[in-house]
């Protein structure tokens, strides 16, 4: 469980990555839409996990150049929150896959062929 405070920077990290992303690191994402889905902060906020999520499968080569640049993410961040946080945490970037496992779960669950329940239709009967 989190604490409160562990609450608030998981916030203000996810909030401050979004717009480093629009603004300062555009050059690293091209046309790629990725969203900053989850930030988890470690209880001595000294590590940030963030989960970030693509759009297209297709944009998916670019968390690796992302990963590649996450000491240029850092400095970003830092560069936003430095005055409010006594340490800058360290980064470590993860893909989110839970909107791709709902739509499979979705397209599973619709293709199952499930029979009529046979209790429901003997009282029916007998009415």
Do not use: C, W
């Amino acid at each position: 469980m989190e604490s409160k405070r562990q609450q608030k920077y998981s916030k203000l990290i996810q909030k401050e990555i979004g717009e480093i992303f629009q603004k300062e690191a555009k050059h690293l994402l091209g046309s790629s839409f990725v969203t900053v889905s989850r930030v988890i902060v470690s209880p001595d906020l000294g590590l940030a996990k963030i989960y970030l999520s693509f759009l297209l499968d297709q944009d998916r080569p670019v968390f690796e150049k992302l990963n590649d640049k996450k000491s240029e993410l850092r400095k970003h961040l830092g560069n936003r929150i430095g005055k409010s946080v006594r340490i800058v945490p360290e980064l470590a970037l993860f893909i989110d896959d839970s909107a791709t496992y709902a739509q499979h779960m979705d397209k599973v669950i619709s293709s199952l062929d499930i029979p009529e329940d046979s209790d429901e239709e003997e009282e029916e009967n007998e009415d």
